[in-house]
Nanobody, 119 residues
């Protein structure tokens, strides 16, 4: 069974920084894309950043230049470095991983970690 466990959320003042981490555990062949999504109250879940197995990255326009996604394939881990945080970044942040098996692939989600940015 695959599990994604996030850490690193918390309360920070505007302009501050946080680093989110997500560790993937379980039995599988490999990990394809990994990413971070967020969902604020009353809003739909949205993509924040994704990184492919070949380290190609994609960012939401709202976080470009402020957030950086990185992955450690040896440790099955993905990180999100968030700098210059704004109150509008407040949301629950979810880790996502597309896990490859010999018979196909499936998407998995973490339980979420709360990020709150005060003004």
């Amino acid at each position: 069974q695959v599990q994604l466990v996030e850490s690193g959320g918390g309360l920070v003042q505007a302009g501050g920084s946080l680093r989110l981490s997500c560790v993937v555990s379980g039995t599988f062949f490999s990990i394809n894309g990994m990413g971070w999504y967020r969902q604020a109250p009353g809003k739909q879940r949205e993509l924040v950043a994704r990184i492919t197995s070949s380290l190609r990255t994609t960012y939401a326009d709202s976080v470009k230049g402020r957030f950086t996604i990185a992955r450690d394939n040896a440790r099955n881990t993905v990180h999100l470095q968030m700098n210059s945080l704004k109150p509008e970044d407040t949301a629950a942040y979810y880790c996502n991983a597309n896990i490859r098996y010999t018979t196909g692939s499936n998407d998995y989600w973490g339980q979420g970690t709360q990020v709150t940015v005060s003004s």
